[in-house]
């Protein structure tokens, strides 16, 4: 989807919405202005409107030491994520080259943060997932947005 024009790519979308090969549209990973800015509202009401899934590639095992931070995206939607790649992994170890597991290379390129924390209501559910994930050590940041915003107290 070429979304340096997003006018371009509404009308794109409306196009092609309805057609039984259409499932998706894909978007860059990095766009310039930032996806949250409202020129990109065209394409975000076209998609919704057709109930057409947006997703974002950002290439694969070019960058070997990228590190990325997912902020206030949550954290929990990546543990099932990881247990299918390491099976799946598992399976095709003979026929891959690849060294580690995956579940090792997210814990150590990949980190999160989030507001507010997402957890089941049995925290003992939430603690075994921090432990999985290595979070303090390896996945987990703590989010902040310091300074405080005018008559807001931050405690630490």
Known sequence: MATEDPGGAAREIEKW???PHMSQILIKAEPRPSWGDPIYDPVWAAA????????????????????????????SWILPLMWRM???YA????WLDIKRIPSEHVKDHIK????PLDYAEDKTELLRAFE????GV?????PTSVPALEGQTRVF
Not at 50 to 75: M, P, Q
């Open 112 to 115: 999160f943060t989030t507001g």
């Open 138 to 142: 390896k996945t987990y940041q703590l």
């Open 86 to 88: 390491d099976a799946i």
């Open 132 to 135: 999985w994930m290595e979070c």
């Open 17 to 19: 919405a309805g057609h």
């Open 91 to 94: 399976a095709r170890k003979p």
């Open 48 to 75: 919704t409107k057709h109930d057409i899934t947006v997703s974002c590639h950002l290439g694969r095992g070019k960058y070997e030491t990228l590190r990325i931070v997912f902020v206030e995206h949550a954290f």
